[in-house]
């Protein structure tokens, strides 16, 4: 009974049998052009020039480039052709004088290897008694910059006249002091301005032989000026300080005991 049921139920089904598309011819030709898409070509070598150009940063506004360009540009803060050339008034100042004679040769015999303490001093910078005929009285010491001579006014127009070393081209001064202390054989502190100008000086210098304030010192006013002697006297006649005037050691020791404090002292 099974059996039949089963037979029947298979008689009266209805089979789904998946068969083969049949196959059919395609013409290549009917199909639509295909849409080919290529990479993008690579960019072409940048051209080198003198200088490359750098690309403006996104940040900052352009700032770095304004700190480290020389001109702005569409395409950046490019650096231009830098320009050597001297600069014009150093801090301000006008062009150094030419140097005197006297620094000219000291200069050339240094050139030459030729060391100038060897040298014969020049007698016209010898301590002298010439005549004075300026308006300044007995006692007042007059300092000739430009021709490099101190004068100590004496009686009945006559005036001591000792050789002298004046300031540095840019140091030199003028003005009406006085005599307001006395040293023999003075220590020497440099400064700030100069050592700043020469770290290489010591800080302090107890005095003697070597000490560049030499065997007297007069100091004038409340300034750092000062008349001085020295150990280098071959630079007698010459602009060689930073603003002091510097003798021969033998010459300050006699203007020194010819001077008391309180002495007036006019620099031309």
């Given amino acids: 009974m ?3 049921t089963t037979l029947a139920l298979l008689a009266g089904a209805t089979f789904l049998v998946a068969a083969p598309l049949p196959a059919f011819a395609i013409d290549a030709a009917q199909l639509p052009e295909p849409t080919v898409i290529y990479a993008a070509p690579p960019a072409p070598p940048p051209v080198r020039t003198a200088y490359a150009q750098p690309q403006r940063s996104s940040m900052g506004g352009g700032f770095i480039e304004f700190l480290f360009g020389d001109a702005p540009s569409s395409q950046g803060y490019a650096p231009q052709q830098p320009v050597y050339q001297q600069q014009p008034a150093y801090y301000g100042r006008q062009s150094l004088p030419p140097m005197d004679p006297q620094q000219q040769m000291i200069q050339q015999q240094q050139e030459a290897g030729i060391d100038p303490r060897q040298q014969p001093f020049d007698p016209k910078y010898e301590k002298q008694m010439v005549d004075y005929s ?10 000739d910059t ?9 009686h009945d127009g006559k005036a001591l006249r000792y050789g002298i070393g004046v300031g540095k081209p840019g140091f ?7 005599v307001s202390a006395k040293r023999e054989w003075p220590d020497w502190t440099p400064p700030a301005e100069m050592l700043a100008r020469r770290p290489d000086l010591p800080r302090h210098m107890e005095g003697g032989p070597e000490n560049p304030l030499g065997a007297r010192a007069m100091y004038l006013g409340s300034t750092l ?13 010459t602009n060689v300080s930073s603003g002091c005037i ?7 020791i ?4 010819r001077v008391n404090v309180g002495a007036k002292v006019v620099v031309m």
Wanted: glycine fraction near 14%; proline fraction near 4%.
């Fill in 246 to 252: 510097r003798m021969r050691n033998e010459d300050v």
């Fill in 146 to 154: 430009p021709n490099k001579f101190l004068y100590l006014v004496q």
């Fill in 225 to 237: 000026y000062r008349i001085h002697g020295s150990n280098e006297p071959w630079t007698i006649g």
């Fill in 172 to 178: 030199t001064w003028s003005g009406v002091k006085t």
């Fill in 2 to 4: 099974q059996n039949r």
């Fill in 254 to 257: 006699d203007l020194y005991g």
């Fill in 134 to 143: 300026g308006k300044e009285g007995a006692g007042t010491i007059v300092v």
